[in-house]
């Protein structure tokens, strides 16, 4: 019987010749991540079982993405820990602050996580780097700790579910919108413990910063991973920047999956999750009478060049409404050069927009741009629990970066066509 | 392990940014987490607990974030266990990591009311509500994660394991 490609991965990490869903594995693990608000306590636990030394200074990544630049002196201290850390050990993929970006962007940007890699990640985002054809999943602090000493993790390998996306997207719908409408369709436990598989013709032709959206919000379903096939797109977007060997799987066509779905997204619309889960989806057209007060474009979903290209788009020669701020925080340093070389930023800063150096900052409410009680943000990330951004009565509607802009100009959740000139 | 407490309740879906909003993620202090634990679902959580008590709940308990700080603060403000018809998987898995024992029993969490005083026996796989006097079985947890328990938490079962394997 055939296998997915996850399933694939898992065995040549394992050393077997096959896996089957259920079975409990020891993977070999290609990369341990962390981030500033995970890492500590990893440490915590390296230190206290009394490890001597990592397993490998090559297969560890430590990010400090989520309060930096530090916000206040507790955070610092976090950071100056996972500082302290990286150097005694000589981690090599640390992040300082200047060279750091949001780790689920910069990890695939520079070549870290490739094709075939069995990658764990103190960071439920991890699920991103499914979009290279890698098998990743987040886990907690404890897990990254035993992989950091033992470049081991344990896995049950989960069920597959495979979702088959037919026909044309239309212009402002992109990957975004796919995993929207996907999650509005199975619920943010639709895919608890299991893999995604996403395939079919619309996939096949998504380009890389659109699946890497995608892959991102897998676990909004509840998923363990999501995961898309390498091809010429994967080929093409690894071969300059891999740092390691990497290796293409390919799902068997008689894998076995336990539940399958098959849509023709031909004249979806822009997609929209309103408060306060990410399976509240509705199409644009149905939000366009909600005022917003602030808009934030960013995030390890879509704070990537295509994004802010997107958005500038729209943004051009136009300004954000009286009384809406929108915050613009490109995801890596080598986005926002990109976007500053390109004129985006420009264009941003012209519109009235806020710029800020790569953080995930308000994603999780952290800092750089909390919400007020009774305020409403329209956000490119992939959460809109209560209180994610800000206060317990503030509201989140997650879109994509072209809906994002054309509603900062009008001060309401907006289709991009009604501000696209 | 036996344990005996109070219940709390809540619905479906309850994620991590409830369990210990982001804003408090400066810190990996238990006592500061538990300090804070479920404040912005339920503001009274924090007065209203004691030693022992139970979280009930129902669908995919602990999705979103895979903030360790979540187990952590349920177990450091004395949560002696969670009762859910299913938990998000990492939450699972981190509360296996860390010793914060959960069970997955839909027909319990259903019957479980705020305020029931609740009986729960581990190793029988038995939970017992007093107010409705229902008594419900669940489906132990799996051997692997049984012996991470039992070895005290994930960091001591892979110590144990790493030190057997030096000796071979
Ligand atoms: S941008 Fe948001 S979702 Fe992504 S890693 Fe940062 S906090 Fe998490």
Same mark, same amino acid.
């Given at each position: ?36 608000? =995970? ?97 990743? =999943? ?9 992989? #950091?000493?033992?470049?081991?993790? *344990? ?16 212009? *402002? ?79 068997? =066509? ?8 098959? *849509? ?6 822009? &997609? ?21 007060? &602030? ?73 750089? $741009? ?52 | #392990? ?8 809540? $619905?479906?879906?309850?994620? =991590? ?17 538990? /300090? ?25 308990? $602990?999705? $979103? ?85 039992? /070895? ?9 394991? #790493? ?6």
């Amino acid at each position: 019987m055939g296998m997915t490609i996850t399933e694939k991965i898992l065995a040549e990490h394992c050393g077997q010749k096959e896996v089957r869903p259920g079975q409990l594995i020891n993977a070999r693990l290609d990369l341990c991540l962390a981030n500033d608000i =995970t890492a500590p306590i990893a440490i915590d636990e390296f230190e206290k079982a009394g490890a001597a030394k990592v397993f490998d200074r090559e297969k560890i990544a430590l990010v400090p993405d989520h309060f930096t630049p530090n916000k206040d002196i507790k955070s610092a201290e976090q950071a100056a820990q996972l500082r302290r850390f990286a150097r005694k050990h000589q981690i090599k993929y640390y992040f300082e602050v200047g060279e750091m970006g949001v780790e689920h962007a910069l990890l695939p940007e520079q070549g870290i996580v490739l094709p075939g890699d069995c990658i764990i990640g103190a960071d439920s985002h991890t699920c991103t780097y499914g979009a290279l054809g890698a098998f990743s =999943t987040g886990v907690g602090s404890t897990d990254v700790a035993a992989g #950091m000493i033992t470049g081991e993790a *344990w896995f049950k390998v989960p069920e597959q579910m495979k979702f088959n996306y037919k026909g044309k997207l239309s212009k *402002w719908v992109g990957g975004k919108d796919l995993i929207l409408f996907t999650i509005g369709k199975i619920g943010v436990d639709g895919a608890l413990y299991r893999t995604m598989n996403f395939t079919g013709p619309v996939i096949q032709s998504l380009p890389m910063e659109d699946r890497l959206a995608l892959c991102n919000m897998a676990i909004e379903a509840g998923g363990k991973n999501g995961i898309i096939e390498p091809d010429e797109i994967t080929e093409e977007y690894v071969h300059l920047r891999a740092r390691h060997a990497y290796k293409f799987f390919k799902s068997d =066509t008689d894998a076995k999956y336990v539940e399958s779905y098959d *849509w023709n997204v031909t004249n979806m619309e822009p &997609q929209v999750a309103f408060p306060h889960l990410p399976s509240n989806v509705h199409p644009v057209s149905k939000a366009s009478d909600i005022t917003i007060d &602030q808009v934030f474009i960013g995030s390890c979903t879509n704070g990537r060049l295509s994004d802010l290209r997107l958005a500038a788009s729209i943004l051009k020669g136009n300004s954000v409404a009286k009384f809406v701020r929108c915050i613009v925080i490109p995801a890596t340093q080598l986005v926002y050069r990109q976007a500053m070389e390109e004129g985006l930023i420009a264009i941003f800063l012209d519109a009235g927009c806020a710029v800020c150096t790569p953080t995930c900052g308000p994603c999780l409410g952290g800092h750089m $741009g909390i919400l007020a009680a009774g305020e409403r943000c329209v956000a490119t990330s992939n959460r809109n629990f209560v209180g994610r951004m800000g206060h317990v009565k503030s509201e989140i509607y997650l879109a994509n970066a072209a809906v994002a802009a054309a509603s900062a100009i009008t001060g309401r959740i907006t289709h991009p066509e009604e501000v696209a000139k | #392990m036996k344990f005996k407490g109070k219940a709390f309740k809540y $619905g479906d879906n309850v994620n =991590t940014d409830e369990i210990i909003p982001a804003r408090y993620l400066n810190s990996s202090d238990p006592e500061w987490l538990a /300090a804070h634990c479920m404040e912005d679902i339920d503001a009274d959580f924090v007065k209203a607990k004691k030693k022992g008590d139970i979280i009930a709940a129902r669908k995919n308990f $602990g999705c $979103g974030s895979s903030r360790e700080h979540a187990p952590i603060a349920i177990k450091a403000a004395g949560i002696s266990c969670v009762i859910a018809d299913t938990f998000a998987r990492i939450f699972y898995r981190n509360a296996i990591n860390i010793g914060l024992p959960i069970i997955e029993c839909p027909k319990a969490a259903a019957d479980i009311e705020a305020g029931d005083a609740v009986e729960v026996d581990l190793a029988k796989g038995s939970i017992k509500n007093q107010r409705s006097g229902h008594t419900f079985k669940f489906e132990p947890m799996p051997p692997f994660a049984q012996e991470i328990i039992a /070895a005290g938490g994930l960091m001591k079962y892979v110590m144990n394991k #790493m030190k057997k394997e030096a000796k071979k």
